[in-house]
Structures are given as C-alpha cells and as structure tokens.
C-alpha cells in the first residue's frame, strides 16, 4: 500500500525568509502523481502545486517550488520570500496512475510565519 | 463558476441521529471523492463516486456509511447512528477527470456528534 510521511509536525520561519517542508513516501507504481496542498485556518483545502512523476523537471508555482527526488521517494516543497498568509497547514499528498484517483494524504506540518 | 459547494457547513447531531451531508461538484466535474479529517490528522479517503455509481468505496467503514451521487442533484454521504466518534470535518473534491488531475476541495463539513 501507499503511504505519505511528513516527518515535521510544525514550522517556523521569518517573514521574507525561504523555508522547505519535507514529504516522502513509499509505492511501487511508476506513474503517479504528487501535490502540496495549504489549509489555512479556514480549513478550505487550496492546491498549492502538483508534480507529475514521469517529468524530471520541478515544478513551480511563482514563490512555491519543489524538489522532487524519484529514486529516492522524496517531494519537498520550498517556499521563498515567506508572507504571513502562508502560515497553515500543508499537506502532502500522493495518488497513483493505476488507482482510483484518490488522494493519499500526509500527516501534515503546520507552518507559523514569524513578523 | 461556482466552486464546490457543501453542506451544511455545521452540523450538530444526537448519538443515535442520522447525518446528511450534500455536496455539488464544480460544474462539468463528474467525479466525486469524499475525505473525511478527523482533528489534528490529515484527510482520509472515503469513497469515489461517479454519476449513479460508487466507483471505490474502500474507506468507508463498513456499517453505517453510505454515499451516493444521483443522475440528477448533489453527492450525500450519510451517516445513520452517529456516534462521538464520527465527529470530524467532512470535505468533499471534484474532478473533471481521474487520476492525476486537480481535485478541488469544497469548504467541508463540520459534524459534532454530542
């Protein structure tokens, strides 16, 4: 079975400062796909940035990028010039080309942007 | 163009009561997940559904749950008998396609048994 780990339950970083979440996780597909999603305290799910496997470039969303090892299972996301409206909590979240399209989430890291 | 909506977006049932919880996808989306977040975890799947059929209903608890999403009208998940443990936040996605696109998320559902 699949599995998602984000072994960082909380985060801080300064305003204007770059930060990086970690996110690995564990399959045996070779196609699937990965997303970072932020849940502010609204607790609505926004989609912050999806990776697809098969392309060995990263992605990038303006400030949001991340660095996506394959052989080794990993997805971070990093965030640069951190504004306060970034603080929330981030969820990595896989799901494979073979299933049903459902979402396999991470734990989560709560992240707190310092003034 | 309307987002995913839900709701209601508070419920509060007795243990012993049933819930209903509606959710329309975006429009043009013909795939339906719902996930279910309990406090300080993260989502976990529930059920996929497509128009009139449950596509994979692997994390629903065997008993009590059901969901269904009708040819015409919203997506229900329905919780008869509610326990303490079924409070949590209930959040809905829709998609326009299967695997590997976009789910956007409705703003979910709180459900607080007492």
């Known amino acids: 079975a699949q599995t998602v780990t984000q072994s960082q339950p909380e985060m801080s970083v300064q305003e204007a400062e770059t930060v990086t979440l970690s996110c690995t996780y564990d399959t045996s597909e070779s196609d699937y796909y990965l997303f970072w999603y932020k849940q502010p305290p609204s607790r609505q799910m926004i989609l912050v940035i999806r990776q697809e496997a098969y392309k060995q470039q990263n992605a990038t969303e303006n400030r949001f990028s991340v660095n996506f090892q394959k052989a080794a299972k990993s997805f971070s996301l990093k965030i640069s010039d951190s504004q306060l409206g970034d603080a929330a909590m981030y969820f990595c979240a896989y799901t494979g080309s073979g299933n049903t399209g459902k979402l396999i989430f991470g734990q989560g890291t709560t992240l707190q942007v310092k003034p | 163009n309307a987002g995913v909506m839900q709701n209601p977006r508070h419920l509060v049932r007795r243990r012993g009561q049933e819930a209903r919880l509606r959710c329309s996808p975006m429009k043009g989306h013909s795939h339906v997940y719902w996930y279910r977040q309990l406090p300080e975890e993260g989502l976990k799947f529930m059920v996929y559904?497509?128009?009139?059929?449950?596509?994979?209903e692997s994390g629903m608890p065997k008993e009590r749950f059901s969901a269904e999403f009708p040819k015409e009208g919203p997506s229900i998940l329905r919780i008869q008998q509610v326990v303490r443990g079924d409070s949590a936040a209930y959040f809905c996605a829709s998609s326009s396609i299967r695997a590997g696109y976009e789910q956007y998320f409705g703003p979910g559902t709180r459900l607080t048994v007492t």
């Open positions: 559904l497509q128009k009139e059929n449950i596509i994979d």
